[in-house]
């Protein structure tokens, strides 16, 4: 199913060319539940609903693979009760996965360090990533326990072990070795990040695969972010010019 919004001046994005990967830093949900005057796990509450909504969205327009910050490696410094209330929408969320979306096309991933999660955890992960694998739709890749430099500290050990093996040598490594050794490896780096909330930083998200990503900040806090908003950013994407480094 094609669902194609107008956004405001008036292209439509099925007149542009899609990127293929787009990364979303879900920011924003803290301060829209303290507008609200509400607790912030309201404010995750209701960006998990707006999580659903987004990644339904992207593919029902063809986008091929989305990846979400959901919890990086940073966020255990957060209050118990707020870590809490994030794992337990996870839990929500792949329950509700494995028992309603048979039929879906999703493919289901997570990325990031998951030796720290519970074993009841860590079932609901490899179940939702069996369940989905032979699915031919958008890879949706979860990052929870993720960070940049965590992913590209694993990748050198492996790596390292590698040559300490005798199955690689030093000049075997190379920036392709690297993105093999990644969590997303075998994908393609992301085309387009998007960070709602109006803050201008990366927050280790995909530090090595968004060497030549193309930034979207928009001036919306997550929990209020539309399929508008989403359009907004990929015709902003398509009016980019991308050199890679080139002229
Ligand atoms: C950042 O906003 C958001 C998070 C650290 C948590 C994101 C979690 C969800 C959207 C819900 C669960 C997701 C799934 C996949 C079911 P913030 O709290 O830092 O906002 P602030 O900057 O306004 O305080």
């Known amino acids: ?30 301060r829209w539940a303290k507008k609200r005057g509400l607790p912030r796990t309201a404010g995750h509450t209701a960006g998990a609903q707006t999580f659903r909504k987004i990644a339904r969205y992207c593919s029902d327009i063809g986008i091929k693979y989305l990846t979400v910050y959901a ?8 209050p118990k009760e707020e870590v809490n209330a994030i794992m337990k929408l996870f839990k929500e ?3 509700e ?3 309603d979306f048979q039929d879906d096309s999703i493919v289901v991933k997570f990325i990031g360090d998951r030796s720290v999660f519970s074993p009841d ?14 699915r031919d739709g958008m890879v949706l890749n979860i990052a929870m326990n993720y960070g940049g430099r965590d992913e ?4 050198v050990r492996n790596i390292a072990q590698d040559v300490k093996e005798g199955i690689l040598s030093v000049d075997d490594i190379d920036a392709q070795l690297i993105s093999d050794n990644i969590y997303t490896a075998t994908q393609p780096d992301p085309d387009l990040i998007i960070r709602p909330s109006g803050e201008y930083r990366t927050s280790n998200f995909l530090l090595w695969q968004s060497a030549y ?31 890679f480094g080139g002229i």
């Open 1 to 30: 199913m094609a669902i194609f919004n107008k956004a405001k001046d008036n292209i439509s994005i099925k007149d542009i060319e899609l990127p293929e990967h787009i990364g979303i830093i879900m920011d924003g949900n803290g």
């Open 71 to 78: 919890f990086s490696t940073e966020n255990w410094k957060r």
């Open 93 to 95: 969320y792949m329950i």
């Open 97 to 99: 996965a494995i028992n």
């Open 121 to 134: 955890m860590l079932e609901l992960i490899e179940r939702n990533e069996q369940d989905s694998k032979d």
């Open 152 to 155: 590209i500290v694993h990748a």
């Open 213 to 243: 990503a193309e930034y979207c900040i928009m001036d919306v806090l997550w929990p209020d972010f539309k399929s508008e908003h989403l359009d907004k950013a990929l015709i902003e994407f398509a009016k980019r010019n991308r050199r």
